[in-house]
């Protein structure tokens, strides 16, 4: 079992930046990376970036990259999230996810451990 955590999210106004984190305990040494998603209401949840642990190589929805950064920490068990440029339609509930399976890493399926949410509103 892996238990998540994130914070950081608020209200905040479109062009602003915000850091989200996520905090892992329990058994972190199955994960083999992590990854953040969004989701708005009536909309299915969507990737929006991912990390090998303790490898660190990243990947970003096409439409985010450049403006969303993701880092990892896997001495203090914790996954940032850092979001510039904030636009409107930035505006979700952020989750962080777990990934033990492997596999494409943009796809949910690899992630059996989730995170309440952090809810992000941007407003213009």
């Known amino acids: 079992q892996v238990q998540l955590v994130e914070s950081g999210g608020e209200l905040v106004q479109a062009g602003d930046s915000l850091r989200l984190t996520c905090a892992l305990s329990g058994n972190t040494f199955s994960v083999i990376a992590m990854g953040w998603f969004r989701q708005v209401p009536g909309k299915e949840r969507e990737f929006v970036a991912a990390?090998?642990?303790?490898?660190?190589?990243?990947e970003y929805a096409e439409s985010l990259k450049g403006r969303f950064a993701i880092s990892g920490d896997n001495v203090q068990n914790t996954v940032y999230l850092q979001m510039n440029s904030l636009k409107p339609d930035d505006t979700a509930v952020y989750y962080c996810?777990?990934?033990?399976?492997?596999?494409?890493?943009?796809?949910?399926?690899?992630?059996?451990?989730w995170g309440q949410g952090t809810q992000v509103t941007v407003s213009s």
């Open positions: 996810a777990a990934n033990i399976y492997g596999g494409r890493l943009a796809r949910e399926a690899g992630y059996p451990y």
């Open positions: 990390i090998t642990w303790g490898g660190g190589y990243p």
